[in-house]
T-cell receptor
Framework: GAGVSQSPSNKVTEKGKDVELRCDPI?????LYWYRQRLGQGLEFLIY????????KSGLPSDRFSAERTGESVSTLTIQRTQQEDSAVYLC?????????????FGNGTRLTVT | GENVEQHPSTLSVQEGDSAVIKCTYS??????FPWYKQELGKRPQLIID?????GEKKDQRIAVTLNKTAKHFSLHITETQPEDSAVYFC???????????FGQGTELSVKP
């Protein structure tokens, strides 16, 4: 079946604008993750959704960042008042039952450039 | 805090040599340690994982070892090949659940 789909693949925005990134997980996957990957750097945890439990938002870097997930389907990551340091690839991953029980399947990411 | 340290950041080996990448973690409750491989321009993919009830796991040319007392784990690749060239990420789960924290990555280059 289809893998994790992210859109847009590339986004260029002006500093101060809001952006919305979308993730379509693999059907039936209960867990969904957002990570940020700056150029040449590691995978920085942002937020984790597991079923209907409250999400773990401990990795969101500031109150400009927020994410939502409707049930066990699509998730959107919103960045308000973008700054140049927000430029990065934003990776979404889904897992059948969460990382401890099943592997993460990553999307191709959204490359965000803030000018 | 929740942290995974990974070393080295870059590693260059000759084809056929072995490569070792090491990681340490901070939460003694962590019990799941996967390794992901990210080839240039591609998404990360799981290559091997280990749980805290075992000390070593092997899959062909790759193996992982875990020392829970010292809170560190390692990836070993033997008989390296050019196609092993990639960035490798270790990770550990936190809060005894599915939250996965990654290390900073190791760029492995295998020279023919």
């Amino acid at each position: 079946g289809a893998g994790v789909s992210q859109s847009p693949s590339n986004k260029v925005t002006e500093k101060g604008k809001d952006v919305e990134l979308r993730c379509d997980p693999i059907s039936g996957h209960t867990a969904l993750y957002w990570y940020r990957q700056r150029l040449g750097q590691g995978l920085e945890f942002l937020i984790y959704f597991q079923g209907n439990s409250a999400p773990d938002k401990s990795g969101l870097p500031s109150d400009r960042f927020s994410a939502e997930r409707t049930g066990e389907s699509v998730s959107t990551l919103t960045i308000q008042r973008t700054q140049q340091e927000d430029s990065a690839v934003y990776l979404c991953a889904s897992s059948l039952k969460g990382a401890f029980n099943s592997p993460l399947h990553f999307g191709n990411g959204t490359r965000l450039t803030v000018t | 805090g929740e942290n995974v340290e990974q070393h080295p950041s870059t590693l260059s080996v000759q084809e056929g040599d072995s490569a070792v990448i090491k990681c340490t973690y901070s939460d003694s409750a962590s019990n799941y340690f996967p390794w992901y491989k990210q080839e240039l321009g591609k998404r990360p993919q799981l290559i091997i994982d280990i749980r805290s009830n075992v000390g070593e796991k092997k899959d062909q040319r790759i193996a992982v070892t875990l020392n829970k007392t010292a809170k560190h784990f390692s990836l070993h690749i033997t008989e390296t090949q050019p196609e092993d060239s990639a960035v490798y990420f270790c990770a550990a789960n936190y809060n005894q659940g599915g939250k996965l924290i990654f290390g900073q990555g190791t760029e492995l280059s295998v020279k023919p």
